[in-house]
């Protein structure tokens, strides 16, 4: 595993062990989803100021998604995942480039929803088990618990067979890609 782009591209990254509980985001897709955010230009459209961000990674896993956004240099990131085997090697991949300081990992069963935190974020990256109906209960977190700053992206990674369910009223999507068997989401308080 390893970083694909910014400051920290090629840089050699820790794995944990494979597990078919684990998913990573494919280096393809990832490359996809950081060109969509950076190089196109919707963070830019939503006026989210990169070196402001403060990235909710939900369903860690790896922490990759965290450790190429932390290459663009974005603020800092907290990474949510239920196994603590891989957020210690989350820790561990922080130590490696330099970023301990700007990550913050917290172990945390999310299909009983989100743990309460302080944070307000701008950038969400929702990543869970493919099938499993997650979403719903994280977007009613999201907004129950107020984590979203006023100008935020919300990217929901899941099975292209999947129905991505949202309360449709309160958030809309901007954009939707589909590549290989994943949907990319990407949406917004309406």
Same mark, same amino acid.
């Given at each position: 595993?390893?970083?694909?782009?910014?400051?920290?591209?090629?840089?050699?990254?820790?794995?944990?062990?494979?597990?078919?509980?684990?998913?990573?985001?494919?280096?393809?897709?990832?490359?996809?989803?950081?060109?969509?955010?950076?190089?196109?230009?919707?963070?830019?459209?939503?006026?989210?100021? +990169?070196?402001?961000?403060?990235?909710?990674?939900?369903?860690?896993?790896?922490?990759?998604?965290?450790?190429?956004?932390?290459?663009?240099?974005?603020?800092?990131?907290?990474?949510?995942? +239920?196994?603590?085997?891989?957020?210690?090697?989350?820790?561990?991949?922080?130590?490696?480039?330099?970023?301990?300081?700007? +990550?913050?990992?917290?172990?945390?069963?999310?299909?009983?929803?989100?743990?309460?935190?302080?944070?307000?974020?701008?950038?969400?990256?929702?990543?869970?088990?493919?099938?499993?109906?997650?979403?719903?209960?994280?977007?009613?977190?999201?907004?129950?618990?107020?984590?979203?700053?006023?100008?935020?992206?919300?990217?929901?990674?899941?099975?292209?067979?999947?129905?991505?369910?949202?309360?449709?009223?309160?958030?809309?999507?901007?954009?939707?890609?589909?590549?290989?068997?994943?949907?990319?989401?990407?949406?917004?308080?309406?």
């Amino acid at each position: 595993m390893y970083i694909i782009s910014g400051k920290y591209r090629g840089k050699k990254l820790l794995e944990p062990e494979r597990s078919d509980k684990l998913r990573p985001t494919s280096n393809k897709n990832l490359k996809n989803i950081i060109n969509i955010l950076y190089s196109g230009g919707l963070l830019e459209s939503l006026d989210i100021k +990169i070196a402001e961000i403060k990235l909710l990674d939900l369903f860690a896993g790896t922490g990759i998604f965290s450790f190429e956004n932390l290459s663009q240099n974005i603020s800092s990131t907290t990474l949510v995942d +239920i196994n603590q085997k891989n957020l210690d090697i989350i820790r561990r991949n922080s130590k490696l480039i330099g970023e301990e300081g700007n +990550i913050h990992t917290i172990k945390c069963d999310l299909k009983n929803g989100l743990p309460k935190l302080k944070q307000k974020y701008n950038l969400i990256f929702i990543d869970p088990p493919y099938n499993k109906n997650f979403t719903e209960k994280i977007f009613l977190d999201l907004e129950n618990l107020n984590y979203l700053e006023k100008k935020h992206l919300i990217i929901v990674e899941s099975s292209k067979k999947e129905e991505l369910k949202f309360n449709r009223y309160k958030f809309k999507i901007l954009k939707e890609r589909i590549y290989g068997n994943s949907r990319f989401g990407f949406l917004t308080k309406s």
